[in-house]
């Protein structure tokens, strides 16, 4: 793979006219940082590593039963299914749909958000009525290290499929002649599987050194920094190399170190973390205003969601608790891997919560999906968990299904599945005392220091023909998890192009009125 040269996806082209196109990306010219753009902290990354051609070594970059496992045939189906022959089932399965919109929509090619994930919810409701939820869409997911091969010919994987579709389609833009000599280069602040595994991949498509940087918030002496717009990674040797294009899985609060305008490329930009990608509130209101243009349209498909109240302050989280039968979740809209979610069920965790000081002003509280006699009430009814199917002990446990997409010239494709059980089985009452979060709360990372991340592996579900079969799920549900996501992706990349103005600048005074945090402007504003 090169910027001349690209393989092509083998995803199936529409022949409708896609929703959207891509375009060239903002300047948002502004937001450019002439320095290193870090703050005081305590974890320091060394020099920039090498990584060659001809390194990628599969043990390494997926984790030991994914390595040897086979994907489940119902899984291989699905992402073997072409785009007509998805949208013939969906709309089988969903008669009000409009199948040349949903042809369109899956055909949509994002401006900005390339690269995503969302977390899915499988739920049901007194009725019976199975669906998929959107719980959150993430910018710069993980999933690869979880993913069993969909072809054991093709040990890269889904590393391949993203960096020949995504990171190929923004190697094609026209960068600026400062950067046109440039380097490649992969920075991350956890995830060294992953981050790892993409540099092997990059370096092996590309043929060219690739550089992998650890670039953590707060380190004063960073092996990456931005000078007038261009990245620049520090070698072993000392020496600063200017960057044409980096890969980013840098999660923790990106806009921090990550300049909103670069004439480096980058996958994500940090537009796309603040339009939704890292940032849930102004998710929230991606997911209406496009929702929204949906019902106008007649397409007959929507974004389904918890119900959720925005912009709520930290003394208003007991009225809206209360507003929700007495139990909800409350988020802190730019955490991520698990931090920041508080499951409320009781008074005491809802004491919990209160007790706590959090740097940030404004919080999100959604409708609380949990046992079928311990839902949060909203005006549309209760929806619970399927769960998983119980085991030998008659236990069932809340999953989550992570599906991860790649922008591609046919639209958005799926890349990687995998899914997340709670840590205690669902419990048919909840009483004071009870965790709510060890039932409900499914994310793998645990946070063991300010900047120190672990992974409970033991509850992760990969999409072998063991685990799947745990879950509960069939192709239909999977086609749902994939509209689902689609469609979340579109109003997040919908978001970024309502940010950028005219000029290619980035609205501020449009930020602030979706997201009115002084804290979250300040970090952006360095």
């Known amino acids: 793979m090169s910027s001349e040269a690209v393989a092509e996806s083998k995803a199936h082209t529409p022949s409708e006219k896609p929703e959207g196109e891509e375009g060239k990306g903002p300047d948002l010219g502004q937001y450019t940082s002439t320095k290193s753009l870090s703050k005081v902290g305590t974890k320091h990354g060394g020099p920039a590593r090498v990584v060659r051609p001809d390194s990628f070594v599969m ?67 007194i009725n019976g009525n199975r669906q998929m939820v959107v719980v959150e869409t993430n910018s710069c997911p993980s999933g690869q290290k979880s993913m069993p091969l969909l072809d054991e010919a093709q040990e890269m994987g889904g590393y391949k499929f993203l960096l020949e579709n995504a990171f190929a389609r923004l190697l094609r833009k ?55 717009g261009v990245l620049q990674v520090r070698t072993e040797e000392g020496e600063w190399k200017p960057v044409r294009a980096a890969f980013r899985y840098v999660t923790q609060r990106p806009w921090t170190r990550i300049p909103l305008s670069s004439k480096t490329l980058v996958l994500n930009p940090t537009l796309a973390c603040l339009a939704g990608g890292r940032n849930k509130l102004v998710a929230s209101k991606a997911y209406d205003l496009f929702n929204a243009e949906l019902l106008a349209k007649g397409t007959g498909v929507r974004i389904r969601t918890p119900e959720t109240r925005q912009d709520v302050s930290k003394a208003e989280v007991p009225l809206y608790v209360n507003m929700f039968g007495g139990k909800a979740v409350v988020k802190v809209p730019t955490s991520n891997a698990g931090q920041g979610v508080y499951t409320i069920c009781t008074k005491e965790e809802l004491d919990h919560f209160m007790a706590q000081d959090f740097p940030y002003d404004k919080f999100i509280v959604q409708s609380l999906i949990g046992n079928r006699n311990w839902s949060s009430v909203t005006p549309t009814g209760q929806l619970y968990h399927v769960g998983t ?22 639209g958005l494709r799926p890349v990687a599945v995998y899914a997340r059980r709670a840590r205690d089985p669902l419990a048919d009452e909840i009483t004071s005392g009870s965790d709510s979060w060890g039932m409900l709360g499914t994310n793998l990372s645990v946070k063991t220091g300010s900047m120190s991340w672990d992974t409970e592996t033991g509850r992760l579900l990969i999409m072998s023909t063991k685990d799947f079969n745990r879950l509960g799920l069939g192709v239909d549900e999977l086609i749902d998890g994939y509209v689902q996501t689609v469609l979340s992706v579109i109003a997040i990349d919908k978001m970024c192009t309502r940010l950028i103005r005219p000029d290619g600048s980035f609205n501020m005074e449009l930020f602030r009125s979706l997201h009115e945090d002084d804290t979250l402007v300040r970090e952006i504003m360095h």
């Open 174 to 228: 026209e960068g600026p002649p400062e950067c046109k000599e440039g380097a490649l280069a992969v920075l991350y602040d956890k995830n060294y599987m992953e981050a790892s595994g993409y540099a092997a991949a990059m370096a092996e498509l590309t043929k060219e050194p690739v550089y992998l940087v650890e670039f953590y918030a707060g380190d004063t002496d960073a092996s990456a920094r931005w000078v007038d």
């Open 389 to 410: 199917i119980p085991n030998k002990r008659n236990d069932s446990y809340v999953c989550d299904l992570r599906m991860m997409l790649s922008a591609t010239d046919h």
């Open 59 to 125: 043990d390494d970059h997926f984790y030991p039963r994914v390595a040897g496992a086979t994907i489940h045939p119902i899984v291989l189906s699905f992402f073997q299914m072409s785009t007509e022959r998805i949208v013939k089932r969906y709309c089988h399965m969903n008669p009000r749909v409009d199948a040349a919109a949903l042809t369109r929509l899956l055909a949509y090619k994002p401006k900005c958000f390339l690269w995503a994930g969302a977390d899915l919810f499988h739920v049901t409701n």
